[in-house]
């Protein structure tokens, strides 16, 4: 499924890009992670929590940072594993300045479902990245306040 | 943890410790040996494994055990009103051919069952939409309607 | 009820019903053996993946569990065998990649099994499965089979380049038939899709194994259409057990359509498994793993090109098919899209040149195998689609292109059958009387004004056309070996007399919903001239009955009633011998009339209940003459029977939705002679609602990962009691000259000749609001038909 | 299938129910419709499930305050054949049959569905357009939310961890009041591809409210405001985030969501 977006924040590229480097940060922005390990620059050891409507599932996987290119962008890749199925995704973030203090989020990228996940959530994937998402900046823009 | 129940099946009363996953279907099947309920799906979709708790058409899979707790339950071997006897919607469907490998029939029967109680005069459409949730993949439906219409018409004769 | 004559033709009550409505039926998940436990499988979630390693340890410690197995541990033993080769073009045989019991290195479709964990009580099993964790390594995967024969595309098994199992063609050298639609006054081309289905019979595939080290004897119960082949399957080609070791029981069996004819691997693997344990090994399937394991039916990616003369006579057809076989080799599933399905593009018509072109194809998908139909669904859509459109396109009546091509009729008998250009030779057939039949049912001149006063009204009625043949009765087994089949197709018939003048009778046919033990019933008390209660039909033992080859292909009754037949006329000859023992006449001068041995020309007769007894107690036996009323016969038929029929469907298309709502549906079948017309018609009605469901509700799909999103009932779309209107049928009967009983077969029919004739209304409902639609992909959902309307 | 092991502790009255709630990861159990078949599969694996079926003061229906009343614990099947509901709210009983099938309308409560709220669930379009709140109930007292309040997101309401819904309360439409429920189903679940339901008041003024469509159900105030059913058909569904699957993608459910608001404008008309 294809998952592409745009969200503006009231911060600069700077900032934004700080706290998206920040392990302990990106722990409370993701939803449902329980735990976020730094293996080393670019890579983390996860373990998520998702619950929405009929699923709540543990998920255990890796995320990792390529491409990156301070300030401007990276591409996330993100292998999770859980009971129910796996999901992986290649998602290519970049920011944009707009003014000094906004900075335009877009990202675009290709999130596979493998097992039960799969096959029962065709319906709701959709939903559920969009859901997962708009949490994602909602979080952030929480971080980001004075 | 177990909990124990009571419940009345088929007029006989029983009593069990169960584990609260199991499901009531699995309780009749496994444990009463009341192997007439049948398990199709595991969406709650096909009806297959259809009884009634208290009166009312229930899918047996999608309600666990410790549910049923004090409830009154029927299955397709308590149907009939002796042994010897069939109920109307067993002899409808042996004599409109409204069954073929029989695996959907006892869901079948208990679903339609629940119809007729609570409109004893359908039409073929209430009769069709009413049996939604009841799948058959043999029949075509056709003479399970049939087989419907038939009990329905031997009900009436015998209340007048 | 003592009905003794006349049995035949008789919509006689089945007498297996008391069981079911009762709920007595006796389905392999209902037994419970002493010792029992119980067996869950860790699959694949992945369509295509390298299994880098499984960690069994966690697992292994679990409450209940008693054995875990994987890959590793079956590496030795050999995987499910295909059961018909077919031979590429260049004459090499086809690809036969192993199908493992687990697998070990690969993983080739989602549900493919990793391991199996065997614990004393279901929730067990389950829980220690979950608690095995797999490591894979995820490979691109290829969903369509006609992108998996491209250069680049992932391979799903190396032995096979490019994918490819085989490829194959028949008919008329594709240069004439080039020619011949070169030059046609008018081509109609239509490239489409039969899409996958999945069968879905309402019980789900169940096993339950168990050994006897003492006596070194397995029994193997199992959800299956025929025994004696899994039987044959499993101890000869897998497992390598001598056969007289296992016995095979198919009890109550919910359902078929062709997905319980397999031989599985958890058949073999439970088998496998109680041999080590010691202990009987049950698993059911989940409706969830069914949809990802039992063999779908279908998935063809056709473009076909039929040629016309300015009249509207057929010049050619050319075929080219894409056939996805999914992952691995399922039993049948190579004979599907070859010899089941080309054989048949021939149809009712006397098209003079025809070729198909096809390729079977591997793909990261659940393996493909007969269903309901096998092959002769793919061939009718084919044809009656493009006659259909042909007759939109040519400005010209759907019936009277019909009429105009049609074969005339033959009996077989006094006129000879009719060769194909594409090897099948039809026993006999009346083809225009079954679309006059229909016409005639329908009311067409008055539905067709209906149809355009609708129009004006600005509602979209359609009425579709399928006039089909199939080949049933498989088959003589001359001509299936010579086309690749690895077993014989006769079946087996064994009568059994009583002392006391009762009949039990052992049949290879397998009954799982077709009612055997009534039809055949009938054909026995009708032959004896006894009360059907005197007969019983024992079947699906291999214990009980010595032989048999199963029930699929609509063939139980045309081959084993016929096998029956053969048996019973062996038992009144020697019968007839032992009346004239009694009455010290000669065995020629004893005839046997409405139940009676009677000396021709006296007023000596015994009844024969009589003679059975004396058959048993052989006093005074002259020499030579056996005591016993015992014959067992092998029938093997001495060609396919060829039912067909016309089916016509009547549909209203919302225009503001695109909702199709089926409102009438007539089906005219023939199908031969007629047992018991109740039965014949209950398998019309369940035929017809599963061809329906293929046109307007059904298919897997697939995302281009190899994932089922469609795997539940809550998104693949049965048909239910509500989707349809009552069926109108009706039978003609054209004999089949062949076999004693004269009757061709029923079970697949309405399947066969359903499916196209919904398609074709809905785009005769567009086509009368001016859409002029070729195609819409099946299933016609709502969107489709409305997005057909947009263009 | 087997869900995963969990503890079942029975209330038999709601405070009971929430004192329960209030230790563990634990979910209510109502009608188990949408629950069960979710731990069948293994999706969802809670600690521990508090069955609140059978709290006989969740159950019914009545008229209270100027307010009809139906209690969470209430079925499908009871709200579809209620005379008090079909004479003064004839969609929630219309709704109600069309959920699910006989068997399901014999358990499965307004007040799960509600809960779990799932976007093509049929009761969402009904609350919303018939002004209703949904009464919750938790150890901090009860609470009163519109619905137009309730429905925050995929799966997402304004329930709070350790309540649990005890009510739905829907003001007594006023004499003349016309109301209509007009649903495409999907044909696989019959959950809603579109629910459309309508109540138009004496006034003249008209709640429009969609589920299936979008990710949450929602009132169409754009509808609303139009002045023909012309207009608030051209206008309906217009700026949402729509849903798409296989049986109705975005362009497509957008168009069922006008096609069936015009059906239900007309049978209100």
Redesign the interface.
């Known amino acids: 499924m294809q998952l592409t977006g745009n969200h503006v924040v009231e911060a600069s590229p700077a900032k934004v890009w700080a706290l998206l480097m920040d392990t302990d940060t990106l722990a409370r922005i993701v939803p449902g992670v329980t735990k976020l390990e730094k293996i080393d620059d670019t890579t983390f050891k996860s373990t998520l929590g998702v619950k929405l409507g009929p699923v709540s599932a543990a998920f255990n996987g890796n995320l990792q940072m390529e491409n990156v290119m301070e300030e401007k962008g990276f591409t996330l890749k993100i292998q999770q594993n859980s009971k129910v199925g796996n999901a992986s995704a290649a998602i290519e973030i970049s920011l944009t300045p707009l003014e000094e203090t906004k900075t335009a989020i877009a990202f675009n990228g290709d999130v596979k479902l493998s097992g039960m996940l799969a096959t029962m959530g065709q319906r709701l994937i959709g939903g559920v990245a969009n859901t997962l998402s708009k949490q994602f900046f909602s979080n952030m823009e929480k971080e980001l306040l004075p | 943890m177990s909990i124990r129940i009571n419940v009345t099946v088929n007029g006989v009363a029983f009593s069990h410790e169960v584990e609260p996953r199991l499901l009531l279907v699995n309780y009749l099947r496994d444990v009463l040996r009341l192997t007439g309920t049948h398990v199709g799906c595991d969406t709650s979709s096909c009806g297959a494994c259809t009884i009634h708790v208290n009166g009312k058409a229930t899918k047996s899979c999608t309600m666990l055990a410790v549910q049923a707790d004090g409830c009154e339950i029927t299955t397709i071997e308590g149907i009939a009103p002796s042994d010897d006897e069939l109920h109307p919607l067993q002899e409808g469907f042996r004599e409109c051919h409204g069954l073929q490998c029989g695996f959907c029939t006892p869901g079948m029967i208990m679903t339609a069952a629940d119809i007729l109680q609570n409109n004893p005069n359908p039409s073929e459409e209430e009769i069709r939409v009413g049996l939604e949730g009841n799948f058959c993949r043999c029949t075509g439906y056709h003479n399970i309607v049939k087989s419907v219409q038939y009990a329905a018409h031997k009900m009436k004769e015998v209340t007048v | 009820m003592s009905t003794t004559h006349g049995l035949i033709g008789k919509?006689v009550?089945?007498v297996?019903?008391?069981?079911?409505?009762?709920?007595?039926?006796?389905?392999t998940?209902?037994i419970?053996l002493p010792g029992q436990t119980y067996a869950s499988f860790v699959r694949s979630?992945?369509a295509h993946a390298k299994i880098l390693s499984v960690d069994t340890n966690a697992a292994a410690s679990m409450p209940g569990v008693v054995a875990i197995f994987t890959g590793a541990d079956v590496e030795n033993v050999n995987g499910v065998p295909c059961g018909w080769q077919v031979n590429f073009k260049n004459g090499h045989h086809m690809k036969e990649p192993k199908h493992p019991l687990l697998v070990a290195d690969k993983a080739k479709h989602?549900g493919d099994a990793i391991a199996i964990v065997i614990a004393e009580s279901?929730?067990e099993a389950?829980?220690a499965a979950?608690a095995i964790v797999v490591e894979y390594e995820?490979l691109p995967a290829i969903v369509d089979a006609s992108k998996a024969v491209e250069d680049g595309a992932p391979q799903v098994h190396d032995s096979a380049p490019n994918n490819i199992c085989f490829d194959w063609a028949l008919g008329n050298p594709i240069e004439e038939v080039d020619a011949a639609i070169a030059a046609s006054a008018h081509v109609t081309t239509l490239d489409f899709v039969n899409q996958r289905l999945v069968p879905?019979?309402?019980?789900?595939r169940a096993y339950n194994a168990s050994y006897d080290q003492y006596n070194d004897k397995y029994t193997l119960y199992t959800s299956t259409q025929n025994p004696h082949l899994i039987r044959l399957l499993m101890c000869a080609f897998v497992l390598g057990i001598p056969e007289h070791r296992v016995r095979v029981v198919g009890p109550?069996?919910?359902?078929g359509?062709g997905s319980k004819i397999f031989h599985y691997t958890e058949e073999a693997l439970l088998t496998w498994c109680t041999h080590k344990l010691r202990r009987p090994v049950k698993w059911?399937s989940?409706?969830?793993e069914s949809?990802l394991l039992d063999a779908h039916g279908r998935d063809h990616i056709t473009k076909a090109d039929m040629g016309f003369d300015a009249s509207g006579n057929i010049t050619a057809l050319r075929v080219k098919t894409y056939a996805n076989l999914g992952a691995y080799l399922s039993t049948f599933a190579s004979c599907v899209p070859s010899y089941l399905h080309g054989t048949l593009l021939q149809g009712l018509y006397t098209t003079p040149k025809i070729n198909i072109d096809l390729v079977a194809v591997f793909t990261n998908t659940t393996a493909v195998d007969a269903y309901r139909g096998a092959g002769r669904p793919e061939a009718t859509y084919l044809l009656e689609r493009l006659l259909d459109l042909a007759a939109h396109e040519m400005n010209m009546d759907p019936a009277e292109l019909r009429f105009k091509n049609f074969i005339p009729p033959f009996d077989g008998v006094t006129q000879p059958g009719y060769q194909t250009q594409v090897a099948l030779q039809y026993d006999s057939g009346n083809y225009h009387g079954v679309l006059e039949k229909g016409l005639a049912m329908l009311g067409y001149e008055d539905f067709r004004k209906a149809q355009k006063e609708a129009a004006n009204n600005g509602k979209l009625l359609g009425v579709g056309f399928s006039t089909y043949i199939e080949a049933c009765g498989i088959a003589p087994s001359a001509v299936v070996g010579s086309l690749g089949a690895r077993a014989g197709l006769y079946e087996v018939g064994h009568v059994r007399v009583q002392p006391s003048g009762k009949i039990s009778v052992y049949t290879g046919a397998h009954s799982?919903?077709?009612?055997h033990e009534t039809t055949f019933a009938q054909v026995v008390a009708d032959k004896l001239g006894l009360p059907m209660e005197d007969v019983e039909i024992v079947h699906g033992d291999s214990e009980a009955v010595a032989f048999g080859m199963g029930t699929y292909g609509s063939r139980s009754l045309a081959v084993g009633g016929s096998a029956i037949i053969k048996s019973l006329e062996k038992v009144i000859e020697k019968g007839k011998k032992i009346a004239a023992h009694k009455f010290e006449a000669n065995p020629e001068d004893v005839d046997f009339v409405e139940g009676r041995f009677v000396v021709k020309g006296t007023h000596h007769s015994a009844p024969f209940s009589d003679i059975a007894l004396r058959a048993y107690v052989p006093h005074h036996y002259p020499a030579g003459l056996e005591p016993g009323l015992d014959f067992s016969s092998f029938y093997d038929p001495a060609n396919f029977t060829y039912p067909f029929g016309c089916h016509i469907a009547v549909v209203e298309v919302d225009k503001?939705?695109g909702?199709v709502q089926l409102t009438r549906f007539v089906a005219v079948d023939d199908v031969g002679n007629i047992i018991n017309p109740?039965?014949v018609?209950?398998q019309?009605?369940?035929?017809?609602?599963?061809g329906v469901g293929q046109a307007l509700?059904e298919g897997a799909?697939y995302?281009e990962?190899g994932?089922?999103?469609?795997?539940?009932?809550?998104?693949?779309?049965?048909p239910?009691?509500?989707d349809?209107p009552?069926?109108e049928t009706a039978s003609q009967v054209t004999p089949c000259p062949h076999n004693p009983l004269g009757v061709k077969g029923a079970g697949e029919a309405?399947c066969i000749g359903s499916t196209p004739a919904v398609v074709n209304a809905v785009i005769d409902a567009l086509w009368s609001g001016g859409h002029k639609v070729k195609d819409i992909r099946m299933p016609l959902?709502?969107?489709r038909v409305?997005?057909a309307m947009q263009q | 299938m087997i869900p995963v092991a969990f503890d079942y502790q029975r209330a038999v009255t709601v405070d009971e129910a929430i004192a329960a709630l209030s230790s563990g990861d634990g979910k209510i159990l109502a009608g188990g419709h949408s629950l069960l078949p979710a731990m069948k599969l293994r999706l969802n694996q809670p600690a521990k499930l508090v069955d609140i079926s059978k709290i006989d003061a969740l159950k019914g229906i009545k008229e209270e305050d100027g307010e009809i009343v139906i209690g969470a614990g209430t079925t499908h099947g009871t709200i579809a054949s209620d005379d008090l509901i079909k004479s003064k709210l004839p969609f929630f009983a219309t709704a109600a049959a069309l959920i699910g099938d006989v068997q399901v309308r014999n358990h499965g409560t307004i007040g799960g569905s509600l809960a779990h709220a799932d976007p093509a669930a049929d009761w969402g379009a009904l609350v919303l357009a018939a002004d209703a709140a949904i009464i919750t109930k938790g150890s901090s007292g009860s609470r009163r939310v519109a619905a137009v309040d309730f429905f925050q997101g995929l799966f997402t309401t304004a329930l709070e961890d350790g309540e649990i819904i005890t009510e739905v309360r829907i003001p007594v439409p006023a004499e003349g009041t016309k109301t209509s429920y007009q649903k495409f189903s999907q044909p696989a679940s019959r959950f809603a591809i579109v629910g459309c339901a309508i109540m138009k008041k004496a006034d003249g003024k008209i709640n429009i409210a969609f589920t299936g469509v979008g990710e949450v159900p929602f009132r169409d105030s754009a509808a609303e405001s139009a002045a023909s059913i012309e207009a608030a058909v051209t206008a309906a569904a217009e700026g949402i985030t729509v849903m798409s699957d296989h049986f109705a993608s975005e362009e497509y459910r957008k168009h069922l969501a006008k096609v069936y608001l015009r059906k239900a404008l007309e049978a209100v008309a």
């Not at chain 3, 879905?200 to 789900?204: L, T």
């Not at chain 3, 994932?707 to 049965?718: E, H, I």
């Open positions: 919509s009550k089945r297996e019903d008391r069981r079911f409505i009762t709920g007595h039926g006796k389905y998940d209902d419970i979630p992945y989602v279901q929730a389950v829980d979950e995820e879905n019979a309402i019980e789900p109550d069996v919910g359902g359509f059911t989940t409706r969830s949809f799982h919903g077709q009612g503001e939705t909702k109740m039965i018609e209950g019309i009605h369940g035929g017809v609602v599963q509700f799909e995302d990962n994932q089922l999103t469609n795997g539940s009932y809550m998104d693949y779309c049965m239910r009691a509500d349809f009552m069926i309405g959902t709502s969107e409305w997005r």
